[in-house]
């Protein structure tokens, strides 16, 4: 048990469909992240939320859309996905106000396939 | 910019012998250094994390890392590798004071053992 949950573990999606993950933590962390990990490429970071709010968007494209309704739960929507988003995404979580040194909490991911 | 360099995408050691898995950072001011470890089908777990404190630092599961600026490396090693040691090791960066979403990853090491 990570503290940190996602659902589904693996998802399959045609290019036409629209589906959401969801991320929920249960360690009272204020921030939560989206990760993206493709194979031979450095873990991505796609969006960043301190206290429900969004502080980071690195340009990820439009048809990936994060909602953040409360400190502990994170959603990822996606909608007419690429073949090449197929990939691991992970959340993670950590806590504010305790400078760069804490460290990030992560899920165990939902592992994306887009057909 | 901070970046983070692992060398050897893949490494191979046999049981009981020597780990050393190494990471080259760098970064405009003094970093703080991250190792990070992912078991198959499961997110990051942190191993260790150097802060400016002790520039040898203890982690879980026996591992150790040592801050060497001189060299901007901070390699990761363990005495005697053992079966359950078989993972995917990440080593990333954060520069003080750009906040929590500054995390940078390397691409990753695959450690496998030998028995």
């Known amino acids: 048990e990570t503290g940190v949950t996602q659902t589904p573990r693996h998802l399959v999606m045609g290019m036409t469909n629209k589906k959401s993950l969801k991320c929920e933590q249960h360690?009272?962390?204020?921030?939560m992240y989206w990760y993206k990990q493709s194979a031979k490429k450095p873990l991505e970071l796609m969006f960043v939320?301190?206290?429900?709010?969004?502080?980071e968007n690195n340009s990820v494209p439009s048809r990936f859309s994060p909602e953040c309704p409360n400190s502990s739960h994170l959603f990822l929507h996606l909608h007419t996905l690429q073949p090449e988003d197929s990939a691991l995404y992970l959340c993670?979580?950590?806590?504010?106000?305790?400078?760069?040194?804490?460290?990030?909490?992560f899920g165990n991911g939902t592992r994306l396939t887009v057909t | 910019a901070q970046s983070v360099t692992q060398l050897g995408s893949h490494v191979s050691v046999s049981e009981g012998a020597l780990v050393l898995l190494r990471c080259n950072y760098s970064s405009s001011v003094p970093p703080y250094l991250f190792w990070y470890v992912q078991y198959p089908n499961q997110g990051l777990q942190l191993l260790l994390k150097y802060t400016s404190a002790a520039t040898l630092v203890k982690g879980i599961n026996g591992f150790e890392a040592e801050f060497k600026k001189s060299e901007t490396s901070f390699h990761l090693t363990k005495p005697s590798a053992h079966m359950s040691d078989a993972a995917e090791y990440f080593c990333a960066v954060r520069e003080p004071n750009f906040g929590n979403e500054k995390l940078t990853f390397g691409t990753g090491t695959r450690l496998t053992i030998i028995p």
């Open positions: 360690l009272g962390h204020n921030a």
């Open positions: 939320y301190n206290f429900k709010e969004q502080t």
């Open positions: 993670a979580s950590s806590p504010l106000g305790q400078g760069e040194t804490s460290p990030l909490h």
